[in-house]
């Protein structure tokens, strides 16, 4: 049986996959790699279906062959995880719409580098789970950095210069790539309550 660290890994990796394959698929115009994105987030969905429905029958089991702290730790971790990977898609599902097109340079600029930032941030809690040991300063810094991106992209859509529904669509990207950080710093903080394994 897996470590549920390794588990947790898995799906930390994949969501930074899906994270720079949106952005490409976004600032590129390829729709095609942008529908793989959203098909792809359906197995993120089974993984995480799948883990959470063993991790409840140990639960109600009294547990098992894992600490009571490390299967509650999962339970909270993987709502998540779902979301970071609802995230990407919903970032791939405007790439497929062709978004990254009807942007203005300027935004364009911002979004590739807030995409920069959160996959950093997502590969440094993978890494974290990996080691079992985060650098909490290190994703506070990035996470001020997307929060400073936000309000630069936001005040790109503010000035005008791009058709009011796709203005819509790159405030709603802005705040996509926020959250992304926002639970990659989550995550980071319940790395100690996972053991190496099983």
Known sequence: MASLRDSVVELCALVSEALARATWALLNADPVLARDVV???SDVDRQTAALEAELW???DAGGGT???RELVAALLVLPELERSADLAEHI????EGG???DMNPASRGVVQRMSEVAIT???MTTGAFLSGTSSPEELDEADEELDVLHERLTAIVAGGGMDPAVAAQVTL???FYERLGDHA???SRRVGAFTATT
């Open 92 to 95: 791939a599902q405007r790439a």
């Open 99 to 101: 978004l990254g097109a």
């Open 185 to 187: 710093v989550n995550l």
């Open 121 to 123: 941030m997502w590969q």
């Open 173 to 175: 990207l802005a705040r």
């Open 39 to 41: 098909d792809a987030d």
């Open 66 to 68: 894992r600490p009571v």
């Open 57 to 59: 029958r140990e639960v």
